[in-house]
């Protein structure tokens, strides 16, 4: 795989100071009144609602499904949400809630977060998953063979696990946290991508330098230009630490600066997010109300 | 030798135990000062900063509140010049003082005073305790006295304050003690400007719990504050025109008290 090895370190590099100033930049716009209403709405549909800890239970995950479907029950022009993403035991019980709502299911697999396990655990993990009634799995890359330099068994497992997947949507976690530099992000977007992607997405949430706005351009930049050289659309999905509307909207300015309308849509960018949904939620019960809305008027969860 | 430049002092607003300017960028002048002139969305930072300090005030104990109050007393002491440059008579600086000693006092007895043991028909212990209101929203007179009068038995319960104030220079060296104080940041915060344009927030945000209208001299204004205050059931507090320099009472502190009552089976 000379070919992998050559197309990756092929790429440019990423221009650290200039990728930071450009993120920084396109974050201080001031979205308001009508645009702010859409920008909300919009994000509130891309938003793959996320638990994945070890205290899930099938109560909680029953619950956060029923609030995917109907964030603001009290308000039936609120949208739903892209989709609930749970751990490989919990889709049964997110999809009996899910069924025939229009809502996607995406379960982790592929012993995330470290995927540190052997393949066929992985490719077990992710068949699972899918028999389950997940229709989106978020698999985790080897982190450790990346940094090795062992780009084909990375890329082996991407391809393994995508036809796994059978017919649903794969979503390659590249873990930018741990992968050092934003070279690495953009060589580990377009093996990604290269070997079948659906998504990529930018964290598992489990270590401490989850998504940012730099690597999310980073990325939003590989998708670009891999459609302009394969003619195939990549989704991007930043996930881990994006916690306010503030933030929500920061990322919203940066498809439509990078990539524009194509990837405006919950089919092509997705939020994974727990907390940010209840903050969207309140904003836009600010703008529907008048006043400022408290977090004790939306469910935990 | 050039005549040395006098270095002038900017009043900015006090949330989260920092001193930032108003988002805004709006400053105004009172009395020949440059203070910030706070909006909405300052109101709203601040409403953030003192729901996020409440959960660990509310937890201190009774005894540390009490501490941390008598602190700010020793600290106004101490900038007791300061206040006298500001025009507040030396005898209001001793009754602010005073005050705060007072209250920082009840910490540690307004329990034992509106709680009690009652009496029930059945094997039980039936007891009753207060505990904090939450989050409340202050528009406070411009005095020392007022201000440290409606601050003061507010916080010492375990509730946290964003107060309003149209005295910046007064309420801004207060925070500059309260900020030296052992008080924890976020638990008190002061918005200078106008209470008629930031008022009316704080009166409907869901996440206020209560709102004390001592400040307010308009009355027609106090009545709308009410009136979107009981959207959201909060506690308001109007005493109208009142003398600072009397006993107090338990009013300003039972105002923003919830009464808890507990149920405990014995005689087994």
């Given at each position: ?301 | ?9 900017t009043y ?15 400053t105004y002048?009172v009395?020949?000062d440059n203070a910030a002139l ?130 910046p220079q007064?309420?801004i ?19 200078t ?76």
């Amino acid at each position: 795989m000379s070919d992998l090895r050559s197309l990756l370190h092929g790429l440019p590099g990423v221009d650290k100071v200039g990728v930071e100033a450009r993120a920084a930049a396109l974050g201080t716009r001031s979205v308001k009144t009508s645009a702010k209403a859409q920008a909300i709405d919009l994000a509130i549909r891309m938003v793959d609602l996320t638990t994945l800890e070890g205290a899930d239970t099938p109560g909680k995950v029953r619950a956060l499904s029923a609030k995917a479907v109907r964030p603001d029950p009290a308000d039936p022009t609120c949208p739903s949400v892209a989709a609930v993403c749970v751990y490989p035991a919990m889709v049964p019980v997110a999809a009996s809630v899910l069924r025939d709502t229009g809502v996607h299911l995406a379960s982790v697999a592929t012993a995330f977060p470290s995927g540190q396990a052997p393949l066929d655990v992985k490719l077990a993990d992710t068949r699972d998953a899918v028999a389950g009634g997940a229709d989106e799995i978020d698999m985790v890359i080897s982190r450790g063979a990346f940094l090795a330099g062992d780009y084909t068994k990375v890329f082996d497992e991407i391809v393994a696990v995508k036809e796994a997947c059978g017919d649903a949507h794969l979503k390659v976690i590249l873990e930018t946290g741990e992968l050092g530099t934003y070279d690495n992000v953009r060589r580990a977007s377009w093996l990604a991508m290269t070997a079948g992607a659906d998504f990529i997405k930018t964290s598992t949430g489990k270590v401490p330098v989850a998504a940012t706005l730099p690597v999310t351009l980073i990325m939003l930049e590989a998708v670009r230009d891999f459609r302009a050289r394969t003619g195939r659309q990549v989704g991007v999905k930043p996930a881990g630490g994006i916690r306010t509307t503030k933030d929500a909207v920061k990322y919203l300015v940066l498809i439509n600066e990078t990539v524009g309308d194509d990837w405006l849509s919950p089919d092509w960018f997705r939020f994974g997010a727990s907390s940010l949904l209840n903050d969207l939620l309140m904003q836009r019960t600010k703008l529907t109300t008048g006043h400022y809305a408290g977090p004790d008027y939306f469910t935990l969860d | 030798m050039p005549e040395r430049l006098h270095v002038r002092k900017t009043y900015k607003l006090y949330v989260g135990g920092a001193f930032p300017r108003s988002e805004s960028g709006r400053t105004y002048l009172v009395d020949g000062d440059n203070a910030a002139l706070a909006s909405r969305k300052d109101a709203r930072d601040a409403v953030v900063a003192a729901r996020k300090a409440q959960p660990k005030w509310a937890a201190a104990t009774a005894y540390n509140r009490g501490q941390v109050v008598y602190r700010i007393a020793e600290m106004v002491e101490a900038r007791r010049a300061e206040f006298k440059s500001l025009g507040v008579p030396g005898k209001e600086v001793d009754a602010a003082v005073d005050r705060l000693v007072w209250y920082a006092g009840w910490s540690d007895k307004i329990a034992q005073v509106i709680g009690n043991a009652n009496p029930v028909a059945g094997p039980y212990f039936n007891l009753t305790a207060p505990e904090p209101t939450g989050v409340v929203g202050v528009v406070a007179p411009a005095s020392l006295l007022g201000l440290v009068s409606v601050v003061a038995p507010a916080i010492v319960t375990g509730n946290t304050v964003v107060v309003l104030t149209a005295a910046p220079q007064v309420a801004i060296t207060l925070a500059e003690v309260l900020a030296t104080s052992d008080v924890p940041g976020g638990v008190v915060n002061v918005l200078t400007g106008h209470a008629a344009e930031t008022a009316p927030w704080l009166a409907s945000h869901d996440d206020v719990n209560g709102l004390d209208l001592t400040g307010i001299e308009d009355a027609e204004l106090a009545t709308e504050l009410e009136r979107a205050a009981a959207g959201t059931l909060k506690r308001v507090r109007r005493p109208g025109v009142t003398d600072f320099t009397a006993d107090p009472g338990l009013a300003p502190m039972t105002a923003f008290l919830e009464t808890k009552t507990v149920w405990h089976p014995k005689g087994f």
